[in-house]
Nanobody
Framework: VQLQASGGGLVQDGGSLRLSCAVS????????VGWFRQAPGKDREFVAA???????YYADSVKGRFAISRDNAKTTVFLQMNSLKPADTAIYYC???????????????????WGQGTLVTVSS
């Protein structure tokens, strides 16, 4: 599976951005695509994930502000980010795996495939 993230940029506090992750290669109904982020000096953390079946999962810190979705062709996963805060500043990565179980979805170590990151900067 190959992944290509895009859509990062500079936005003001309270603004919005939409990230995209282009997905290609072999996927199945068990495929999960997740978004993770890493701020300077911090560990990488889970943001959101979506199963190819449509089930979605969110970190508590972004619930109600971020929305993950995919297109019907299952070639692109989107992360709509609203009400952005300076604390959301980070490099955002998309990742995928074809065998994850629900209890592992938040763990970056369980994802086999990673795209390059895209930088999101939220100014105060």
């Amino acid at each position: 599976v190959q992944l290509q993230a895009s859509g990062g940029g500079l936005v003001q506090d309270g603004g919005s951005l939409r990230l995209s992750c282009a997905v290609s290669g072999r996927t199945s109904s068990r495929t999960v695509v997740g978004w993770f982020r890493q701020a300077p000096g911090k560990d990488r953390e889970f943001v959101a994930a979506i199963r190819w079946t449509g089930a979605t999962y969110y970190a508590d810190s972004v619930k109600g502000r971020f929305a993950i979705s995919r297109d019907n062709a299952k070639t692109t996963v989107f992360l709509q980010m609203n009400s952005l805060k300076p604390a959301d500043t980070a490099i955002y990565y998309c990742a995928a795996d074809n065998t994850l179980i629900v209890s592992s979805i938040h763990s970056d170590e369980q994802y086999d495939y990673w795209g390059q990151g895209t930088l999101v900067t939220v100014s105060s």
